[in-house]
T-cell receptor, first 113, second 116 residues
Framework: GAVVSQHPSRVICKSGTSVKIECRSL??????MFWYRQFPKKSLMLMAT?????????EQGVEKDKFLINHASLTLSTLTVTSAHPEDSSFYIC?????????FGPGTRLTVT | AQKITQTQPGMFVQEKEAVTLDCTYD???????LFWYKQPSSGEMIFLIY??????QNATEGRYSLNFQKARKSANLVISASQLGDSAMYFC?????????????FGKGTKLSVIP
């Protein structure tokens, strides 16, 4: 099956710093990737849709300037959490679309101290 | 707007028994897809099964089958011969082509616990 990797799997950073999370489709090209956020014991919340070569489409309530998304190639999308604060601590999951299916990365657990 | 409803926050099943996880959906889009994902404690989302809105037959994948009742807008997941490794969160999700990108809308999930 299609494989999506995510790096790093865990990151701890200090308040005010920026963190970059990478999402890669390893064995297929994905023109569309998605970024989700998941709070403990909650469902996945779509943050943004990332299309290769164009600006990301953000969901209502998601700050574009805080969560910077770059989809520079057909196999890589990055999410940068800028000026992170403790309330940004969460589990971030990306997915890559292949035809009508989405394949998920293993997730990144971000802790902001 | 698309909506997915999972009414069972938690379910218990005896090992080797079958279990049904409920999912209902709401959409006005005639073309959509329904998915089930498993999320173990590690956090990874594992794709289980897919059903297209125009598929005539219910989808099956090994021990997983999807009971698709279009008129009732339900897409229940049936797991046969439950195993201890099936203990996890299960999410029902729907994708629709209306947005052009096949975004997924997730339900709140059902936590399945398999009892030895």
């Amino acid at each position: 099956g299609a494989v999506v990797s995510q790096h790093p799997s865990r990151v701890i950073c200090k308040s005010g710093t920026s963190v970059k999370i990478e999402c890669r489709s390893l064995d297929f090209q994905a023109t569309t990737m998605f970024w989700y956020r998941q709070f403990p014991k909650k469902s996945l919340m779509l943050m943004a849709t990332s299309n290769e070569g164009s600006k990301a489409t953000y969901e209502q309530g998601v700050e574009k300037d805080k969560f910077l998304i770059n989809h520079a190639s057909l196999t890589l999308s990055t999410l940068t959490v800028t000026s992170a604060h403790p309330e940004d601590s969460s589990f971030y999951i990306c997915s890559a679309r292949l035809r009508y299916e989405q394949y998920f990365g293993p997730g990144t657990r971000l802790t902001v101290t | 707007a698309q909506k997915i409803t999972q009414t069972q926050p938690g379910m218990f099943v005896q090992e080797k028994e079958a279990v049904t996880l409920d999912c209902t959906y709401d959409t006005s889009d005639p073309s959509y897809g329904l998915f089930w994902y498993k999320q173990p404690s590690s956090g990874e989302m594992i794709f289980l099964i897919y059903q297209g809105s125009y598929d005539q037959q219910n989808a099956t994948e090994g021990r997983y089958s999807l009971n698709f009742q279009k008129a009732r807008k339900s897409a229940n997941l049936v797991i046969s011969a439950s195993q201890l490794g099936d203990s996890a969160m299960y999410f029902c999700a729907m994708a629709y082509s209306g947005a052009g990108s096949y975004q997924l809308t997730f339900g709140k999930g059902t936590k399945l616990s398999v009892i030895p």
